[in-house]
Every structure is written in C-alpha cells, then in structure tokens.
C-alpha cells in the first residue's frame, strides 16, 4: 500500500518491495503505471485518451445588446 501511493505520489521512497523476487511482473507494471499516471495527472491522461470533442455542427449568433 505504503509503495503504490508513493509511485502514485512520484515521492520516490519504497519499502524495498519491488526487489523482491516474489513480486509478479504485472505488479511491478502496475506499480509503473500509477507512477506514469502520477506523474502526468489522470484529467490529463484521460484527456490524452478520449481525445478531442467533436466540433459543433450548429453555431448560434451572438449579440451585443444595449439597453437603456
């Protein structure tokens, strides 16, 4: 837990967790991932991933109205 809020964090400090031969390879790209998502920002990488919106088809007009 202690290692996954750290890598999220980019804090750069560890248990010493991943040295161990024990830890799967999926764990360690997990904890790389929260590293990478740490790092850029998750509204930016789900920006990244969804893309640009679609342009409007319908513009309306627009008016500067005096009054008085």
């Known amino acids: 837990m202690f290692d996954t809020i750290s890598a999220f964090a980019t804090v750069g400090l560890s ?3 991943t040295v ?3 830890l799967s ?4 790209l997990l904890l790389v991932l929260a590293m ?3 790092r ?3 509204l930016l990488g789900m ?3 969804l893309g640009e919106a679609k342009p409007r088809l319908v513009q309306y007009p627009e ?6």
């Open 15 to 17: 248990t010493g967790m």
């Open 20 to 22: 161990n031969p024990q």
């Open 25 to 28: 390879v999926g764990a360690k």
């Open 36 to 38: 990478y998502l740490g």
């Open 40 to 42: 850029v920002g998750v």
């Open 47 to 49: 920006s990244a991933l």
């Open 63 to 68: 008016e500067n109205l005096l009054v008085g």
